[in-house]
């Protein structure tokens, strides 16, 4: 499924098209794809929210399926191999940001299915270096959203300074939150999750949330940190508006639609705003070993790849419960 130019996700612009399969040069590997789960990154790049990069492209990182073959460069990963791809392609490993452990913030960075052609396809390429081992008690299906809903979310949790028995507040409840959830009330925090949507909530207070409302509700109690998964600036004021003293907030969007003007005392008495941007394979694997350690449960909505225009109307309109997976 290519996008050959953004557009609206109601105008169906994702085409299904015949490209030859790509070939492994070097250190890549060719990997036939299983599934590959659908994210909001997704949608702004192909409504054009996010600058295009390379067109056509074939969108899609949060991939899993099967090494078929590698380059000669790529001995490490055997064939057969179940293994998976997420955003981050490449980095460039020479840099400042690439020195300190902080390859998410590489300027020369790669992205998958937005620089280089992603997984809502048949095959893909991905450098050996840069995908992961996949833990065998996930399905393909349930693998796929870990990869970069998982990844990041686990990452804002870092970023928004959780510690074990934390007071966190989740505002929006998708793919990402839906697994942040779980990771934080398996560190003993109690979590307040605000979201619209009766599926959510109802999907929220079945994960174990301590409390589920709106955003411009009243919580119980006042947060120590809090996680932003809506691409909202109003949500990012109402969240500010929930969290104490000295409390950090982490805003997980790639695209957001601006903050609006607001009070400076919501910010004062040291509060801390700070965005995710992309995420490190050290946050790969560690995420993976706690997915599989907890274990993590897993919601998705399966479709098949040429219905992925569908599957992505239904995640603009918030209505899908989980994560939506293409199945290839």
């Not at 105008?11 to 030859?20: A, E, H, K």
């Not at 790969?284 to 449960?297: H, Q, T, V």
Request: hydrophobic fraction near 45%; charge should be neutral; aromatic fraction near 8%.
């Amino acid at each position: 499924m290519r996008l050959h130019r953004p557009a609206p996700i109601a105008q169906g612009p994702l085409v299904f098209d015949d490209v030859p399969v790509p070939e492994p040069d070097t250190d890549r590997v060719l990997i036939r794809v299983e599934a590959c789960a659908v994210c909001h990154t997704d949608l702004h790049i192909i409504e054009g929210e996010l600058p295009p990069k390379k067109l056509p492209v074939i969108p899609g990182h949060q991939v899993v399926g099967i090494v078929e073959r590698g380059g000669s460069g790529a001995e490490r990963i055997r064939t057969g191999a179940r293994v998976g791809v997420a955003w981050l392609h490449r980095s460039c490993g020479a840099c400042a940001f690439c020195r300190r452990g902080l390859e998410n913030l590489c300027p020369d960075a790669l992205f998958t299915g937005y620089d280089v052609d992603g997984g809502y396809a048949g095959y893909l390429v991905a450098p050996a270096a840069y995908v992961y081992a996949i833990p065998d008690r996930f399905s393909p299906r349930e693998a796929a959203p870990l990869l970069c809903a998982g990844i990041i979310g686990y990452r804002s949790l870092r970023l928004a300074e959780v510690t074990p028995g934390s007071r966190v507040g989740l505002f929006g409840f998708g793919a990402s939150a839906h697994l942040a959830l779980q990771v934080a009330r398996h560190w003993g925090c109690e979590v307040y999750v605000f979201t619209r949507s009766p599926g959510h909530r109802r999907l929220a207070a079945d994960l174990g949330a301590t409390w589920v409302g709106g955003s411009q509700e009243a919580a119980p109690r006042e947060l120590d940190n809090a996680v932003v998964f809506a691409p909202s600036g109003r949500v990012v004021v109402d969240a500010l508006a929930h969290l104490r003293r000295g409390g950090t907030l982490a805003i997980n969007a790639v695209h957001l639609d601006g903050i609006p003007a607001f009070d400076y005392g919501l910010l004062y008495w040291e509060r801390t705003i700070r965005t995710v941007s992309n995420s490190t394979r050290r946050d790969g694997r560690e995420f993976l070993n706690l997915a599989a350690e907890i274990p993590l449960r897993v919601a998705t909505e399966v479709w098949s790849l040429p219905d992925a225009n569908a599957a992505l109307a239904k995640l603009k309109q918030g209505e899908v419960n989980g994560a939506a997976v293409l199945e290839i």
